[in-house]
């Protein structure tokens, strides 16, 4: 079992910064493919972004490019997301997950496949 914990939302405006956090305990973290996911009301739950378990490979969601910054520091077991320059269109619930890989430079991106998630932590973005 893995349990997280996420941290750091809040109510900014646009063109601010936040950076969210995603502790993790249970199971060896530095074996854990990593990503970060947001739910906005009335839509479903969408992929942002993910990070290997080396830390080496990361991909995002084309609306965040070049705004947001996946990261993990393996001795503190948690993982980042840098969200620069936010928009109202960023305003949702962002929860993390986790699931065990066996290839250090794997990026998972599919939802169903991550096996534990986090409670989740809400980002609004006013205008």
């Known amino acids: 079992q893995v349990q997280l914990v996420e941290s750091g939302g809040g109510l900014v405006q646009a063109g601010d910064s936040l950076r969210l956090s995603c502790a993790a305990s249970g199971r060896t973290f530095s074996s854990l493919g990593l990503g970060w996911f947001r739910q906005a009301p009335g839509k479903e739950r969408e992929f942002v972004a993910a990070?290997?378990?080396?830390?080496?490979?990361?991909y995002y969601t084309d609306p965040v490019k070049g705004r947001f910054t996946i990261s993990r520091d393996n001795a503190k077991n948690t993982v980042y997301l840098q969200m620069n320059s936010l928009k109202p269109e960023d305003t949702a619930v962002y929860y993390c997950?986790?699931?065990?890989?066996?290839?250090?430079?794997?990026?998972?991106?599919?939802?169903?496949?991550?096996?534990?998630w986090g409670q989740g932590t809400q980002v609004t973005v006013s205008s």
């Open positions: 990070i290997s378990p080396s830390g080496s490979v990361t």
């Open positions: 997950a986790a699931r065990t890989v066996y290839n250090s430079r794997y990026v998972e991106v599919e939802r169903w496949r991550y096996d534990y």
